[in-house]
């Protein structure tokens, strides 16, 4: 019953070049690095056994292994974090149960979100993917309205049915709401947390396929099962308290710092 978690990271980033290697201030005042960070929430996770930041970039991977980190070099055809994480698979000398893709542009990634997102797909054994869905209060939504209006990518958003299968992902923000949201009420539209939880299986299927119209288009990649008739299990999970974002543009390391200081994190 092992999972293991992958970190793919990697510096060639098209609207943000270098970008792991970005330092964020903590509360405290300490600076480390986002690949490090990111490292660090991994490591909080209860039940994974290895944790490893995939690269093909020497500068990433001598920072993490400086750090302490498990590094796998990977090629550098790989064409996202997905693909990054099929090429860790067919490396390991043992098949885990579950891969757990935390993508490294997320520090803020609290550990009961990986570990619900695991309980979830083990609890539906017919699911070869899972991924993790934040419903988002009105000011959260108001942020990626913002972002949408002054042309940033921000955060992507997730449309699911009854079942919790998805039905599409998006970096607008779906679906449409025709009215105002309070800022601290919730609202129809679903944040989508950017981790994933793999069968084997379904991974080593993903990496033989063609990039899909939709994922080139949106620039998403778990798209692509969904293009091949691969249903992507919604598993939503509660912030607790916690304040979430990704790391996609320049302008977010400011926001990010503001959240840590607000949380308190060092």
């Given at each position: 019953m092992s999972v293991v978690?992958?970190?793919?990271?990697?510096?060639?980033?098209?609207r943000y070049p270098g970008k792991p290697l970005v330092e964020l201030r903590g509360a405290d005042g300490t600076k480390r690095s986002l690949i490090r960070r990111s490292w660090d929430a991994a490591r909080q996770v209860a039940g994974v056994d290895r944790?490893?930041?995939?690269?093909?970039?020497?500068?990433?991977?001598?920072?993490?292994?400086?750090?302490g980190a498990e590094v796998a070099m990977t090629s550098t055809t790989c064409r996202n974090g997905t693909e990054r994480c099929a090429e860790v698979l067919a490396n390991l000398p043992d098949t885990p149960e579950i891969l757990v893709n935390l993508q490294g542009d997320a520090p803020l990634t609290p550990s009961w979100f990986v570990e619900d997102l695991v309980a979830g797909l083990r609890a539906a054994p017919?699911?070869?993917?899972?991924t993790p869905v934040l419903n988002c209060?009105?000011?959260?939504?108001?942020?990626l309205l913002a972002d949408r209006a002054a042309g940033r990518v921000g955060g992507t958003t997730a449309v699911f049915g009854a079942d919790g299968?998805?039905?599409?992902?998006s970096k607008e923000v779906l679906p449409f709401v025709p009215h105002d949201v309070?800022?601290?009420?919730?609202?129809?539209?679903?944040?989508?947390?950017g981790v994933y939880a793999y069968r084997p299986q379904a991974l080593a299927a993903y990496a033989g396929w063609p990039e899909g119209r939709l994922e080139k288009l949106e620039g998403l990649e778990q798209l692509r099962f969904l293009e091949h008739g691969r249903p992507v299990l919604c598993v939503e999970?509660?912030?607790?308290?916690?304040?979430?974002?990704?790391?996609?543009?320049?302008?977010?390391?400011?926001?990010?710092?503001?959240m840590m200081r607000r949380m308190g994190m060092g």
């Open positions: 978690i992958v970190i793919p990271a990697r510096f060639a980033s098209s944790v490893i930041v995939a690269t093909d970039d020497s500068r990433i991977a001598d920072h993490a292994a400086g750090f017919g699911a070869e993917v899972a209060s009105g000011a959260m939504r108001a942020d299968r998805a039905l599409y992902f309070a800022p601290d009420a919730a609202s129809p539209v679903f944040h989508h947390v999970v509660e912030a607790r308290g916690r304040e979430f974002w990704e790391l996609n543009n320049p302008s977010d390391v400011e926001r990010i710092e503001s």
